[in-house]
């Protein structure tokens, strides 16, 4: 792993960086105000491989990895209109289907997942359980050579837009009797199959739901991978789920940073600039110092994935996810306090920004479980659950 990116990475940085710069924060904002969705971005986007670009090129994708992905994303989301379903539709259901799904699943999802024409949401959480994945309680059972699904989610994004479920339920272990996890892909018209939205005080395009599964039958195929395989087809989705939560995350603190920057340089108080006043240059030059240390980070934990190094992922796109969340949430802040009363108003756009990055260090797994995960697999700390 070099410090210096490819020049095909660096083209591909650009170019998103140029479509991103097109539709910017005033289409995001006017989108998530109006009850709208980032439609043309995505589709667009799509048409120009960005959201497959770690799809095989086999089912017509980018045959690239997340590194990449996570570069469309972070450049997005640094132009002020991020794509959270990116996070959920290619890195997390493209890259399990891509690993574990059967020849048929390849060809039924990969190529609508690359260039954006198919979505597919992710529902893991669950009320009772949150962070817990061990206490999921959506359970499937074999009925001839169907499955039959119940439970219930929360916090799920996109089911709007999404075209299929990607769910993490539970099967009975014929030999144990004890449950183990298992992915299951189910249609968004399944019959009991309902969604209801969350109203959220956030200004985002992007809506959660609850889910809920009254004995949902799905065929035999709607299962991913194998019934035995567990945790380590899970966390292969979730590890790149991390790495593209850090490339938001990074780019939401680069957007904010950029328009303090912007506006403590023309700003002037007393003859000179504000930004000439250590009051703001340090705190400011603090932000950039805590980002680029996040993106280092981030950075790593995509080539380890991309090199097969799931483990070593998987503790670098924690800490990595941990570091993207705290700097988003330290540059909006920041951000307002640099513009002062500018820095509430509509006009500006940085207040808009105060709740929707206060996310990052909550979804999709708290800060406080990635303390934990670090406290017991990187220090060798006993559990304290």
Same mark, same amino acid.
């Given at each position: ?146 499955? %039959? ?200 756009? %940085? ?35």
């Amino acid at each position: 792993m070099g410090f210096e990116e490819t020049a095909e990475r660096r083209a591909l940085r650009s170019a998103v960086a140029e479509l991103g710069e097109r539709y910017g924060y005033d289409y995001y904002v006017r989108q998530a105000r109006s009850g709208g969705q980032t439609t043309e971005l995505w589709r667009e986007a799509g048409k120009l491989g960005y959201l497959g670009v770690n799809i095989p090129e086999e089912h017509g994708g980018g045959g690239a990895g997340i590194s990449e992905l996570s570069i469309v994303l972070e450049e997005l989301s640094a132009a002020g209109c991020p794509l959270l379903m990116m996070v959920v539709s290619p890195a997390i259901c493209g890259t399990v289907i891509a690993r574990f799904g059967t020849d048929e699943q390849k060809r039924r999802w990969l190529p609508g997942l690359a260039d954006g024409s198919l979505t597919m949401a992710f529902a893991i959480t669950e009320p009772d359980a949150g962070s817990n994945s061990h206490r999921i309680t959506t359970t499937a059972r074999r009925d001839g050579g169907d499955w %039959v699904l119940s439970g219930r989610k929360v916090f799920i994004s996109g089911i709007d837009v999404a075209d299929a479920v990607l769910v993490v339920g539970r099967t009975e272990d014929a030999r144990t009797g004890k449950l183990k996890p298992a992915l299951f892909v189910v249609p968004k018209d399944a019959p009991g199959f309902e969604a209801q939205h969350i109203e959220m005080e956030l200004v985002s395009p992007d809506r959660q739901y609850s889910l809920f599964f009254d004995d949902v039958r799905l065929p035999g195929d709607a299962l991913v991978g194998s019934e035995d395989a567990g945790l380590l087809q899970l966390f292969a989705g979730l590890n790149p789920e991390r790495v593209m939560a850090s490339a938001l995350a990074l780019g939401t603190a680069r957007h904010a940073l950029g328009k303090a920057v912007s506006y403590v340089k023309e700003r002037s108080v007393w003859g000179t600039p504000i930004g000439s006043h250590q009051g703001l240059a340090h705190p400011l030059a603090q932000v950039k110092i805590e980002l680029e240390l996040a993106r280092l980070m981030a950075q790593k934990a995509a080539h380890l994935y991309d090199s097969g190094d799931d483990e070593a992922a998987g503790e670098a796109a924690n800490m990595a996810k941990y570091a993207a969340g705290e700097v988003a949430v330290r540059s909006v802040d920041q951000a307002v306090q640099s513009l002062g009363g500018n820095g509430l108003t509509t006009e500006y756009g %940085v207040a808009s920004m105060l709740s929707a990055c206060r996310l990052a260090r909550v979804a999709p797994v708290s800060r406080e479980m990635i303390l934990n995960f670090v406290a017991q697999n990187s220090l060798g700390l006993p559990r304290s659950y």
